[in-house]
C-alpha cells in the first residue's frame, strides 16, 4: 500500500507560480512511478505529469510542457510540481497518483494509489 498526501495548492495570479508536494508513505518510496492529474470544474480528469521510480523518465501534457516541472525527492519520500506562468485554465484540483506501471499514471488510468487532492485556482 502507498498512502500519498498533497499539499501547496491554493490561490494564485496568472503568470505567478506555485509548488505542489505530494509526500508518500508505506512502500518504498523508489519502488513506484509517480504523477500528477487535474480536474477542473465539469471536465474529465486529464494527465499532467509523471515521473519513473528512477526519475529517469518524465513526460508532461502539451499544455504544460515548458511551464510545470516534475521532480522526486528521495529523501524525503516526496514529488513536487513546479507550477510557472500559470494560466486561468490551469485552475482544477490537482491529485497526486502512484503505480507500479509507468504507463498507468502516464494515461491517468488504473492508477493504484491516489491522494485526496489539492485545489489550485489561477486568477486572471
Same mark, same amino acid.
Given at each position: 500500500?502507498?498512502?500519498?498526501?498533497?499539499s501547496g495548492g491554493g490561490l494564485v495570479? !496568472?503568470?505567478?507560480?506555485?509548488?505542489?508536494? +505530494? &509526500?508518500?508513505?508505506?512502500?518504498?518510496?523508489?519502488?513506484?512511478?509517480?504523477?500528477?492529474?487535474?480536474? !477542473?470544474?465539469?471536465?474529465?480528469?486529464?494527465?499532467? &505529469?509523471?515521473?519513473?521510480? /528512477?526519475?529517469?523518465?518524465?513526460?508532461?501534457?502539451?499544455?504544460?510542457?515548458?511551464?510545470?516541472?516534475?521532480?522526486?525527492?528521495?529523501?524525503?519520500?516526496?514529488?513536487?510540481?513546479?507550477?510557472?506562468? &500559470?494560466?486561468?485554465?490551469?485552475? &482544477?484540483?490537482?491529485? +497526486? !497518483?502512484?503505480?507500479?506501471?509507468?504507463?498507468?499514471?502516464?494515461?491517468?488510468?488504473?492508477?493504484?494509489?491516489?491522494?485526496?487532492?489539492?485545489?489550485?485556482?489561477?486568477? /486572471?
Amino acid at each position: 500500500q502507498v498512502q500519498l498526501v498533497e499539499s501547496g495548492g491554493g490561490l494564485v495570479q !496568472a503568470g505567478g507560480s506555485l509548488r505542489l508536494s +505530494c &509526500a508518500a508513505s508505506g512502500r518504498p518510496f523508489g519502488t513506484y512511478a509517480m504523477g500528477w492529474l487535474r480536474q !477542473a470544474p465539469g471536465k474529465e480528469r486529464e494527465f499532467v &505529469a509523471a515521473i519513473s521510480w /528512477s526519475g529517469g523518465t518524465i513526460d508532461y501534457a502539451d499544455s504544460v510542457k515548458g511551464r510545470f516541472r516534475i521532480s522526486r525527492e528521495y529523501a524525503k519520500n516526496t514529488v513536487y510540481l513546479q507550477m510557472n506562468s &500559470a494560466k486561468p485554465e490551469d485552475t &482544477a484540483v490537482y491529485y +497526486c !497518483a502512484a503505480d507500479n506501471l509507468y504507463s498507468s499514471v502516464r494515461g491517468g488510468t488504473s492508477v493504484a494509489y491516489w491522494g485526496k487532492g489539492t485545489p489550485v485556482t489561477v486568477s /486572471s
